[in-house]
């Protein structure tokens, strides 16, 4: 059983603040069209929702920016937007966040990643996503990189959040990983399918169970085949640590040389997982910039995984909340 002493967590919750964590990866624009149904169409066989309330929020690599500000920490996104209406949306909720968009290239031969939830009253209706997936093209990929170089000495960390929408394409990925060790700033890593096994040498890898069952051709359901995952993770990408998260079996951690560890899920009631590996990944990573070790930094972000799951919708956890909510319970 892990538990950290309080003085511990207030001198980590301390030193979140201000930490500056570079999230490269897939910017997308998450679209809610909350409202009614009271009749079907005239026009065909569908219902017709009476719209009562439209929200944009941040979804994918943007998540990580939201979560890492809500953290205490400054954010800086890197990643594509299209020249269009939901790019224009996009930039405007960076604005009002008071993120930076430095790091943001305008791409105009691509759309901005956007996903439209439809929902009637509780009933999710129709997701319509709008995006490209193929791969940005080298003269982006090295306006992003450039501005990583420019800014990474003033890092504390880098997320790789990839979710094969087209912007971490396996060279840039070599490229960010080369630098960040060159630079010994540490780096984690939020994967998919494609370009899986690229991201090598990095400072923590945190595929999910479906994601390793995919790759590494084979079910993940006793412990005797989560131990084997995680170790030839460990060994074919020569990461420091292999963070495996087991949705309600909680996360296994794996690093160099010392004993596998187990955390039992966090969550008390699961109303949503939309999100929670966002914020894994986000907590994960500043708590490491802040001096946790990883076996704190997986505690730290396994909570707020838990805590995310608790609510509906994709919601950042603040620190206040995530720390008192610990303190809390330890007593």
């Not at 930490?19 to 569908?46: Q, T």
């Not at 630098?179 to 994967?191: G, H, M």
Request: proline residues 4%; aromatic residues 6%; contains cysteine.
């Amino acid at each position: 059983m892990i538990k950290i002493p309080e003085k511990r967590l207030l001198q980590l919750k301390k030193n979140f603040r201000n930490k500056r964590i570079a999230i490269v990866g897939d910017m997308m624009l998450d679209i809610y069209f909350w409202g009614d149904v009271k009749r079907i169409s005239p026009e065909a066989p569908v219902p017709v929702l009476e719209v009562e309330n439209e929200i944009f929020r941040f979804g994918g690599a943007a998540n990580c920016a939201l979560n890492i500000l809500k953290l205490g920490g400054t954010p800086e996104p890197i990643g594509v937007i299209g020249y269009d209406s939901f790019g224009s949306i996009f930039n405007s909720l960076l604005q009002e966040m008071n993120i930076s968009h430095d790091g943001i290239i305008i791409d105009d031969e691509r759309p901005t990643t956007a996903k439209t939830r439809v929902i009637a009253g509780s009933q999710h209706v129709v997701r319509i996503d709008k995006e490209s997936k193929n791969t940005i093209n080298k003269n982006i990929q090295d306006k992003l990189f450039k501005y990583l170089e420019s800014i990474i000495d003033k890092l504390d960390g880098i997320i790789l959040q990839d979710y094969n929408k087209g912007v971490l394409s396996e060279s840039l990925i070599k490229k960010i990983i080369s630098l960040a060790n060159k630079k010994n700033v540490l780096i984690t890593v939020d994967p998919k399918f494609h370009n899986f096994f690229a991201y090598k040498n990095v400072t923590v890898f945190k595929p999910n169970r479906k994601e390793a069952e995919d790759v590494l051709g084979m079910k993940i359901k006793t412990d005797e085949d989560i131990s084997k995952a995680g170790n030839i993770l460990l060994k074919k990408l020569g990461a420091k640590n292999i963070l495996l998260t087991l949705g309600e079996g909680g996360i296994a951690v794996f690093e160099k040389g010392k004993p596998e560890r187990r955390m039992p899920t966090k969550a008390r009631k699961v109303a949503d997982v939309s999100g929670a590996g966002d914020t894994v990944i986000s907590t994960l990573t500043i708590a490491l910039a802040a001096g946790a070790d990883v076996i704190e930094a997986s505690y730290l972000a396994n909570y707020a995984g838990g805590l995310v799951c608790e609510e509906v919708g994709i919601v950042p956890i603040e620190a206040d909340y995530l720390f008192e909510t610990i303190l809390k319970e330890n007593k």
